[in-house]
């Protein structure tokens, strides 16, 4: 809790309860709080004090007081504590400014506490005269002397206490006594000491003593009281058994904010006590409350001080303290930099001998002499050459401000400094100083200006007249708010670079000439030059960066979209490759059907449609693998004319009726492909064309036969490698703007309104292409419609010399073939038909299970049919371990998905081919064939 908040906690509070006036002040001279001291000294409510001018109130002026500490404080003197003697409310007052700062070492408030020492100065002077009258004082005055000594001297109150105590005793002859604090119960005495006068005393003064009998009366009526007779008085029932025997007491309570918080006991008097004896005690009393006071301030000015170091030390520029024999009391870290040494090395050395170079001392001496004798506390700025450890000259601007005791005796010189060397030395020569400032401010890739004390501009370089669009000329006398869009901003930030010289603000929106909008980050600094003061404004282009931040926040939501795509595909895929599992079932009961009946049977054409459906769901599940993976599938030799035949019927379903596709495809290259992804490319190319018609249009789509040789692709930078097949597609639509055209392949970019396209189309048909070592240009003008070409690398066999599909009768063995597969159904069906062509058959549920029948069988097993998608050991896994046990067996690869990933990995490891599910009895056999023959 701060002051300001212990202020606020209400009247009960610790903050009331201080006896002595305690005012917080705001920067600007506002009382903020004050407590109920204050403001009985004041005569008005606290409410009333808050928000008046501390100077107006206390010192009955329209401005602070010239020996005011806190306009001193303000004014550049330490952010540490200050005291100065008033004259105010009618008395003389001590008093103590205390800052309150915030974390990183701002002055937020002012804490000022008054001490009333209008008593003491009144005794000490009765004192004096009393004794100009009555030698018969001369003891009494000294002793009240000797203790105010031990207040001002001693900072423990316990010892302060004691030397008050035996002044206190000598005074009035008391021979016993003791000092003793209350409680925090309040129930409580808690002694200090207990001096017996030589007296037997058994009594263990550790011990508290309970409030009661005549030390209740001292609590209760805060004033001294006595008992002549008090051996015979009532008092007696509460002393304790051992306790010194008392003739006469005396206890004098100490005050502390208008509550008894301790006494001072006297006893055993020779004689009676007397009211004279009751009023020294009680001057002995204030005197303890004083030290009371005293030490507990202390105590909160030294938790201050060290605060206040902490900062000094953390503190950016250099700071030094010298007393007034010339010696570095105290440096700082930012000091120990600049003169490449650490600040142990500067305290307690004289600092004009060692710090100033001998050409600069007597200048520097004489302005540090004048400071010295002068009796102004203003800040002063100077600025002089430092010598470095290493014999290196820098030239430091400080302000110097003189430091004071508590009588306002100047006993030394705080200054703080800035290295401006390079600056100096750059102003050194005004044609020096023209040539690196054209030179430098000119060749800045960052705006630079150079703005007047009233922000006016007086010097723009290139940069800023491309940032801004205005020439030199234009520029100059303009100000800040012409270019701000952000008025209110940019006046708060020039009041902030006025009153604090330096400024930096990381983002502001400006205009330029035209009414363009940029960002724009900039810091501003102030600089003297001769006799004027200026400022240097940097400011950096940032509009890239602020519309990179928003293009980024859009292609999160973009992002969030594609996983929104990818999870569907995800269950595509999942889909997929079980209905796959589910087609190579049927596929192989329908060619077992097949197989087994008589040709002239009925059932044969219903079995041949059940294998033309299940070839139209394979194709179909190989769609949704390429959506789900985006990879190549069923890659094999297809024929141009096979894919485009099937592609134009696909096109015309799904776009209006008033668009004409034209076909002029010979058809005759062999690709090497994934028929069904380069159906989906085309397809969504011919998509996209149909929206830029929407008044009706024709779709061209032709192909012809290119050799390039080896060339590098201009547009996607890859290599065309030999002959290549160009399938164009062309409309006649509204066409592509330039400014567009290199972004059209973009995920998610699209001109089309929200809702109408997911800006997909052209990145997937992209993806494929690449995927199938392809080059897909655009070339389009606006209104003239748009051309994409696609070039596909020819297959290495042309379709008029692919071999034929060999003979039923050429797929017959009589090897043992392990077949591994997890789907029962499968597994039964794939060993029922290589069993009709002569094979023999091992079935296995699990990779577990394929180790276990080759630890048995590997003499006999010619070949594996191993699926890579199985639960527990996969295909890889399962491929590794067979190998292990017989490393010269052959293993053929079954999967539903590509023959990317694991499969390809496990062909560069050897295994003999890889037949792709759903699989017919042919394919199967076949690929069978081909591995055991190879």
Excluded at 44 to 67: R, Y
Excluded at 173 to 185: E, F, I, N
Excluded at 681 to 694: G, Q, V
Aim: hydrophobic share 40%; proline share 4%; aromatic share 6%.
């Amino acid at each position: 809790m701060d002051s300001k908040q212990a202020a606020e906690c209400g009247p009960s509070n610790l903050f009331d309860t201080i006896g002595v006036p305690v005012v917080i002040i705001g920067r600007d001279f506002t009382v903020e709080q004050i407590n109920q001291a204050a403001a009985k000294a004041l005569g008005l409510a606290p409410e009333q004090a808050a928000g008046k001018k501390c100077h107006e109130i206390f010192h009955g002026t329209g401005a602070p007081m010239s020996e005011c500490p806190m306009r001193l404080m303000l004014g550049g003197m330490p952010v540490e504590k200050s005291e100065a003697v008033l004259d105010m409310l009618g008395g003389t007052y001590l008093v103590t400014c205390s800052p309150e700062l915030d974390e990183q070492g701002n002055l937020l408030r002012i804490i000022h506490t008054l001490v009333d020492i209008s008593r003491q100065t009144e005794s000490e002077t009765q004192a004096r005269t009393a004794l100009r009258e009555s030698r018969r004082r001369e003891l009494e005055v000294s002793s009240l002397l000797e203790g105010a000594r031990a207040v001002l001297d001693t900072t423990s109150f316990e010892q302060a206490a004691r030397s008050l105590f035996d002044c206190c005793r000598s005074v009035t002859g008391a021979q016993s006594g003791y000092v003793a604090l209350l409680s925090a119960d309040g129930h409580e005495n808690e002694v200090l000491f207990l001096e017996s006068g030589g007296l037997p005393c058994t009594v263990d003064s550790s011990l508290p003593m309970p409030i009661r009998g005549l030390r209740a009366v001292a609590y209760e009526t805060r004033r001294p009281a006595y008992d002549n007779n008090f051996a015979n008085s009532k008092w007696m029932a509460f002393m304790p058994d051992g306790h010194v025997q008392l003739h006469n007491v005396l206890f004098a309570p100490i005050m502390h904010g208008g509550e008894a918080v301790g006494l001072i006991g006297l006893a055993n008097k020779p004689g009676d006590f007397t009211d004279h004896d009751a009023r020294i005690a009680g001057a002995f009393a204030e005197l303890a409350a004083i030290s009371l006071l005293n030490s507990q301030t202390r105590d909160q000015l030294e938790h201050e001080r060290v605060r206040a170091q902490q900062y000094f030390n953390l503190a950016g520029v250099a700071f030094v303290i010298l007393d007034a024999n010339e010696t570095v009391v105290m440096a700082n870290a930012a000091a120990g930099r600049l003169l490449e040494c650490s600040e142990q090395d500067i305290a307690g050395k004289n600092w004009f001998d060692n710090f100033i170079p001998e050409n600069e001392r007597e200048r520097t001496r004489a302005v540090y002499r004048d400071l010295m004798l002068s009796d102004s506390s203003l800040v002063q700025d100077f600025e002089n050459a430092v010598l470095t450890k290493t014999n290196r000259e820098r030239i430091v601007s400080w302000r110097n401000a003189v430091l004071k005791d508590d009588q306002g005796v100047i006993v030394g010189v705080l200054a703080s400094g800035e290295d401006v060397t390079d600056l100096r030395r750059a102003m050194r020569s005004a044609d020096e100083a023209a040539q690196k400032y054209k030179k430098l401010f000119d060749a800045s890739n960052e705006a630079l200006l150079i703005l007047d004390e009233n922000f006016k501009v007086v010097e723009a370089n290139p940069a800023a007249e491309e940032l801004y669009g205005y020439d030199r000329k234009e520029l100059i006398g303009m100000h800040p708010r012409d270019f701000t869009a952000e008025e209110q901003n940019t006046e708060t930030g020039l009041k902030q670079l006025a009153d604090e010289k330096t400024i930096m603000v990381p983002r502001r929106k400006q205009k330029r000439k035209h009414g363009g909008i940029i960002y724009t980050s900039f810091y501003s600094q102030a600089f003297d030059f001769g006799n004027q003061s200026y400022y240097l404004s940097q400011i950096r282009d940032i509009t890239e960066h602020v519309l990179a931040e928003e293009q980024g926040k859009r292609l999160e939501q973009q992002l969030f979209q594609l996983q929104k795509l990818d999870t569907v595909g995800r269950l595509a895929g999942g889909i997929a490759h079980d209905f796959n599992n589910m087609l190579t079932v049927i596929m192989a009961s329908a060619a077992l059907m097949k197989l087994k009946m008589e040709k002239e049977s009925p059932f044969q054409e219903q079995v041949a449609s059940i294998i033309q459906a299940v070839e139209r769901s394979k194709d179909l599940t190989m769609k949704l693998l390429s959506f789900a993976r985006r990879e190549k599938i069923n890659v094999r030799d297809v024929c141009l004319g096979e894919i485009l035949g099937s592609l134009k019927g696909m096109i015309e379903r799904g776009i209006p009726k008033n668009i004409r596709v034209a076909l002029d495809a010979p058809g005759e290259q062999v690709i090497n492909a994934d028929a069904v992804q380069i159906q989906q490319a085309l397809m969504n190319i011919c998509t996209n064309a149909a929206d830029s018609m929407p008044g009706g249009g024709t779709i061209t789509i032709a192909t012809e036969a290119v050799d390039y040789g080896t060339v590098l692709c201009a547009t996607c930078g890859k290599v065309f490698d030999g002959p290549y097949c160009v399938i164009s597609v062309s409309d006649t639509g509204s066409g592509i703007d330039k400014e567009i055209i290199d972004r059209v392949c973009e995920p998610f970019f699209t001109t089309k309104a929200a809702g109408k396209n997911a800006g997909l189309g052209l990145s997937v048909a992209h993806g494929i292409v690449s995927n199938h070592r392809g080059h897909l240009h655009i070339y389009s003008e606006p209104g003239k419609g748009a051309c994409v070409k696609v070039y596909l690398p020819l297959a290495a066999t042309p379709d008029k010399e692919r071999k034929p599909e060999p003979a039923t009768t050429e797929l017959k063995g009589t090897e043992t073939i392990l077949i591994v597969d997890d789907e029962p159904a499968i597994l039964s069906m794939a060993g029922r038909i290589i069993q009709e062509y002569g094979y023999r058959a091992l079935l296995a549920a699990s990779g577990v299970e394929a180790v276990e029948i080759m630890h048995r069988e590997k003499q006999s097993v010619a070949l594996v049919v191993l699926d890579m998608i199985m639960p527990g050991m996969d295909g890889r896994q399962t491929f590794e371990a067979l190998k292990t046990v017989h490393p010269g067996v052959k293993i053929l690869i079954s999967s539903g998905y590509s023959i990317d990933g694991d499969a390809r990995a496990l062909l560069k490891k050897g295994a003999a081919g890889f037949v792709q599910k759903p699989y017919n009895f042919a394919d199967l056999l076949k690929a069978m064939r081909e591995a055991l023959d190879a």
